[in-house]
């Protein structure tokens, strides 16, 4: 039975948001820190409150912590030690690993993140943008009140047009294959594997091999939390529409061009289902458009490529042990629309995402330095994910086709990672817990 | 006939190949982190290692047992390792002063950080077990804990000083893919006649 009173909302459900804000703070003091999340506490909604309330709520606000924060905090040493080696260590020190290299690498990341004084992040979404107005100027009046918190930086958040369904800068459609946790009510649609155990996403349950093991201490801490790898990745969109553009004549070619890249159309009907051209039903049908595997539907990528993003970040059955390897996302795009017959205008525009799981080393840091980095998965030789991977335009991208298969080389980097870090987000008590630290127990 | 591409580099495999690698195991200037610490480099042998740690002592009859178990295992369902993308494993016992020590080499396509939790999940779940219980020092909890089972492989661990190859850094699959050229080949030409 999930405890949903005391899990953090973002970890079970999505919420009807088309704008938001993360800000990034950090705690001059223990105290000060404190003072802080006691005040911020009552806002965090649990999945029980998020969805008791759905209807008629407008504002989600969820709060993370670093292993600094913690620290700062003043959770002891010993507790300390338990957190797993990677989570300890964080995002900055595991860079070259995770493929952040180059212009990639934390040197050039921008708003703290960078910083080992980066201790929290409060993430709120909202419904439209007077209600984020209101939310930021509430918080923005309570932290002046704190004056042991300092602000590093805030990232406005803000849906991409048309509002019809999720996409990215680029247009293609997110949201379609996330894990459905045993438990959680929901039920999977076809194709996306059955409800897994709910401890490969919050800490506490039994997992894929079975009951939890060598949890961070004390148990009320660690209990319904999970841990957070975000991630801000700038889009090129400029250079992505005129890479499409040298690289394909028409604009139905730009399209497959866009799709085979992804592994769906960017309406996001899958490749598998649709090769040859475009289905916006199928994309927008839930019961279709994930029910397909690779194996047997399409074993040698004539439909999707081996190397494309979707079959890098969920291989399905072409892939051991996929259940100990899947992900939650979560996030939303930020920075200004760039409509598609406008130039590059030189602004940042990209995804803010988190990747939400028990364990970053086997989970998130699988995904990114195998999945997405490794240059021979599948035997591809010398290719990485074409949207997310480590590209340095010495890369290539191979389309298989009859009779001889299309090869890309030189491919460009479509993004790069503006910053990151690892959170732990702990269950609506253990957030109490941590705000009265410092009182008598 | 050279088209052989590993890790970004164009390999000639027609070309024989040496390496000699440096005292512990990888190059200092360009050595490559993985998720549980530094890669052993890829070698004109591919990747590998050698593990060689002491048996407790009057548990040699299991490594036998052990033997016949994957040879009716891997017989039964032959692609059993397959996630593993093995060329070759070696498992060797030998006596020193009158202690009993196990070696255990592998050689294969990818490095072994990659994909060492699958194969903590294979061991655990094909009912082939490990072996290694038997080896002194080896973690109890093994089965749910990768991070320390994957610590006692690295401490184990006897890099190469060199390696050679033959037909250097080609995979296993493109080994299989030439072989059903040839017999598609053959089969071709049986068919013309």
């Given at each position: 039975m999930l405890e949903l009173d005391d899990i953090q909302y973002i970890l079970l459900?999505?919420?009807?948001?088309?704008?938001?804000?993360?800000?990034?703070?950090?705690?001059?003091?223990?105290?000060?820190?404190?003072?802080?999340?006691?005040?911020?506490?009552?806002?965090?909604?649990?999945?029980?409150?998020?969805?008791?309330?759905?209807?008629?709520?407008?504002?989600?606000v969820t709060v993370a912590l670093t292993w600094n924060g913690l620290r700062a905090l003043g959770v002891d040493e010993t507790s300390l030690a338990t957190f797993p080696?990677?989570?300890?260590?964080?995002?900055?020190?595991?860079?070259?690993?995770?493929?952040?290299?180059?212009?990639?690498?934390?040197?050039?990341?921008?708003?703290?993140?960078?910083?080992?004084?980066?201790?929290?992040?409060?993430?709120?979404?909202?419904?439209?943008?007077?209600?984020?107005?209101?939310?930021?100027?509430?918080?923005?009046?309570?932290?002046?009140?704190?004056?042991d918190v300092e602000v590093l930086s805030s990232l406005d958040l803000q849906a991409v047009p048309p509002f019809i369904y999720a996409h990215d800068h680029f247009g293609y459609r997110d949201r379609l294959s996330q894990p459905v946790i045993e438990g959680s009510g929901e039920v999977p649609t076809p194709g996306s594997g059955a409800p897994l155990k709910p401890g490969e996403f919050i800490l506490g349950y039994p997992d894929e091999t079975g009951?939890?093991?060598?949890?961070?201490?004390?148990?009320?801490?660690?209990?319904?939390?999970?841990?957070?790898?975000?991630?801000?990745?700038?889009?090129?969109?400029?250079?992505?529409?005129?890479?499409?553009?040298?690289?394909?004549?028409?604009?139905?070619?730009?399209?497959?061009l866009a799709a085979k890249?992804?592994?769906?159309w960017r309406s996001g009907a899958p490749l598998v289902l649709s090769p040859d051209k475009d289905d916006q039903q199928l994309a927008a049908d839930?019961?279709?458009?994930?029910?397909?595997?690779?194996?047997?539907?399409d074993p040698q990528g004539y439909a999707v490529p081996l190397g494309s993003h979707a079959r890098r970040m969920n291989?399905?059955?072409?892939?051991?042990?996929?259940?100990?390897r899947r992900l939650i996302r979560r996030g939303a795009t930020y920075g200004p629309y760039l409509p598609e017959d406008a130039a590059e205008d030189g602004a940042e525009r990209g995804i803010a995402a988190f990747v939400i799981c028990a364990s970053l080393i086997r989970q998130f840091e699988f995904a990114q330095n195998v999945w997405a980095n490794d240059r021979n998965f599948h035997e591809l030789g010398n290719e990485r994910d074409p949207i997310i991977g480590n590209q340095d335009g010495t890369l290539e991208y191979k389309i298989p086709k009859r009779p001889i298969r299309k090869k890309i080389t030189g491919l460009p980097a479509f993004t790069t990672v503006r910053g990151g870090a690892y959170f732990f987000l702990p269950g609506i008590k253990a957030l109490h817990y941590l705000a009265t630290l410092g009182d008598v127990r | 006939m050279s088209s052989t591409t590993s890790g970004g580099n164009q390999q000639d495999w027609t070309k024989p190949s040496a390496m000699a690698i440096p005292k512990g195991g990888v190059f200092k200037d360009k050595v490559e982190q993985g998720r549980y610490g530094p890669i052993f480099p890829k070698t004109p042998a591919c990747y590998g290692f050698s593990i060689l740690a002491k048996i407790i002592p009057g548990s040699e009859e299991r490594f036998y047992e052990y033997a016949r178990n994957v040879e009716k295992a891997v017989a039964g369902q032959p692609d059993c390792l397959a996630v593993l993308k093995l060329h070759y494993l070696r498992w060797v016992l030998f006596q020193i002063k009158g202690d009993t020590y196990f070696m255990y080499q592998g050689i294969f396509d990818t490095d072994f950080d990659k994909y060492t939790?699958?194969?903590?999940?294979?061991?655990?779940?094909?009912?082939?077990?490990?072996v290694f219980e038997n080896l002194e020092g080896f973690p109890k909890d093994w089965q749910t804990n990768a991070p320390a089972f994957i610590k006692f492989v690295r401490e184990h661990q006897c890099p190469s000083f060199l390696e050679y190859g033959e037909y250097p850094y080609v995979s296993a699959d493109e080994i299989k893919k030439a072989l059903k050229l040839k017999a598609a080949f053959s089969n071709m030409l049986d068919q013309m006649q």
């Open positions: 459900m999505r919420v009807p948001a088309l704008t938001g804000r993360y800000e990034f703070l950090s705690f001059r003091n223990a105290t000060g820190g404190r003072a802080w999340l006691s005040g911020i506490r009552e806002k965090v909604q649990s999945a029980a409150d998020a969805r008791a309330s759905l209807e008629k709520e407008k504002r989600w080696e990677e989570f300890k260590q964080g995002m900055v020190a595991r860079a070259e690993m995770l493929g952040d290299t180059g212009p990639n690498h934390p040197d050039n990341w921008v708003g703290g993140l960078a910083s080992p004084g980066l201790h929290a992040i409060v993430i709120l979404f909202a419904g439209d943008e007077a209600e984020r107005e209101r939310c930021v100027m509430e918080h923005n009046k309570f932290i002046s009140q704190c004056k009951p939890p093991v060598n949890l961070p201490q004390p148990e009320i801490l660690s209990r319904n939390g999970s841990y957070m790898a975000y991630r801000r990745l700038q889009e090129h969109v400029g250079m992505f529409r005129d890479f499409l553009r040298q690289n394909a004549q028409t604009v139905e070619e730009q399209e497959l890249l992804m592994g769906r839930p019961q279709r458009n994930n029910a397909f595997n690779y194996k047997e539907m291989p399905r059955d072409t892939a051991a042990n996929m259940n100990r | 939790e699958d194969a903590v999940a294979l061991f655990g779940a094909t009912g082939l077990k490990t």
